[in-house]
């Protein structure tokens, strides 16, 4: 089972709940899967299985948007596809959360599966299913797009490529804007997902600091590749990337 270092919630539905939201924000905030990297499975029924999608110039799906296919490889006990081997070649369907993976041309599908999280998948296989767990750890690349407040659409976030990292918290800086206007100059502080360990990446702070004063987030998290959930006091702050750049 995937865990977080802090104490933090293992699910993004959790931080929600702890913050007195629901199923507004999961109705709103887009799941987008995180597909890049290698999946290994982390269970003892099938300890050998592995996944690996591919996806065009090794995107990682880091936008909100329409059900998207890409070919995948896997390799499983499972005969649901067809006789096991090492390199059985499929297409992988993707809605949200959930996927489906078939034969390239199958009307219908032979497996499907869910995302956990950023870092875990589980394919229905039997039973509890096969749980599989990508090994790159899906840093985060915040510097990508422009980070959207979903509640308040004119807050928008730009991060610069500047991440550093010391006694292991690493720090980007940006800028907050309202609208097209530059508001204030953000920090963002966050220790980095450990796929060893099944650690996911745990955001400690978003600091926006504006003429006429200071205004820290604390405790947040991703959803999916595209989502940020951070609390704000009582509240929770949504973001969504969109592929916009402003300049910072």
């Given at each position: 089972?995937?865990?977080?270092?802090?104490?933090?919630?293992?699910?993004?539905?959790?931080?929600?709940?702890?913050?007195?939201?629901?199923?507004?924000?999961?109705?709103?905030?887009?799941?987008?899967?995180?597909?890049?990297?290698?999946?290994?499975?982390?269970?003892?029924?099938?300890?050998?299985?592995?996944?690996?999608?591919?996806?065009?110039?090794?995107?990682?799906?880091?936008?909100?948007?329409?059900?998207?296919?890409?070919?995948?490889?896997?390799?499983?006990?499972?005969?649901?596809?067809?006789?096991?081997?090492?390199?059985?070649?499929?297409?992988?369907?993707?809605?949200?959360?959930?996927?489906?993976?078939?034969?390239?041309?199958?009307?219908?599908?032979?497996?499907?599966?869910?995302?956990?999280?950023?870092?875990?998948?589980?394919?229905?296989?039997?039973?509890?299913?096969?749980?599989?767990?990508?090994?790159?750890?899906?840093?985060?690349?915040f510097e990508q797009g422009v980070w959207v407040n979903i509640d308040r659409t004119t807050q928008r976030l730009r991060f610069r490529n500047d991440a550093a990292t010391a006694n292991g918290v690493t720090t980007?800086?940006?800028?907050?804007?309202?609208?097209?206007?530059?508001?204030?100059?953000?920090?963002?502080?966050?220790?980095?997902?450990?796929?060893?360990?099944?650690?996911?990446?745990?955001?400690?702070?978003?600091?926006?600091?504006?003429?006429?004063?200071?205004?820290?987030?604390?405790?947040?998290?991703?959803?999916?590749?595209?989502?940020?959930?951070?609390?704000?006091?009582?509240?929770?702050?949504?973001?969504?990337?969109?592929?916009?750049?402003?300049?910072?």
């Amino acid at each position: 089972m995937t865990t977080r270092t802090r104490g933090a919630p293992t699910t993004i539905a959790a931080l929600i709940a702890g913050c007195g939201g629901g199923a507004a924000l999961l109705a709103t905030l887009p799941f987008v899967a995180p597909i890049g990297g290698f999946w290994q499975s982390i269970d003892a029924a099938d300890p050998t299985a592995t996944m690996s999608f591919s996806t065009p110039g090794g995107q990682n799906n880091l936008y909100g948007g329409t059900t998207a296919s890409y070919p995948v490889v896997l390799n499983s006990a499972s005969s649901a596809c067809g006789a096991p081997r090492t390199d059985l070649n499929l297409v992988g369907r993707f809605d949200g959360q959930s996927f489906t993976l078939g034969q390239t041309g199958a009307a219908t599908s032979c497996l499907s599966g869910n995302f956990v999280d950023e870092m875990t998948i589980v394919l229905a296989t039997g039973g509890a299913g096969t749980r599989f767990r990508n090994q790159l750890g899906l840093q985060p690349q915040f510097e990508q797009g422009v980070w959207v407040n979903i509640d308040r659409t004119t807050q928008r976030l730009r991060f610069r490529n500047d991440a550093a990292t010391a006694n292991g918290v690493t720090t980007q800086s940006g800028c907050e804007f309202d609208g097209s206007t530059l508001s204030g100059s953000v920090v963002v502080a966050f220790r980095q997902a450990n796929p060893t360990l099944g650690q996911l990446l745990a955001i400690d702070s978003i600091t926006i600091t504006r003429s006429g004063g200071t205004e820290t987030w604390t405790n947040g998290s991703l959803y999916g590749v595209s989502g940020l959930a951070i609390h704000a006091g009582g509240s929770t702050v949504s973001l969504e990337r969109h592929n916009e750049s402003p300049a910072c």
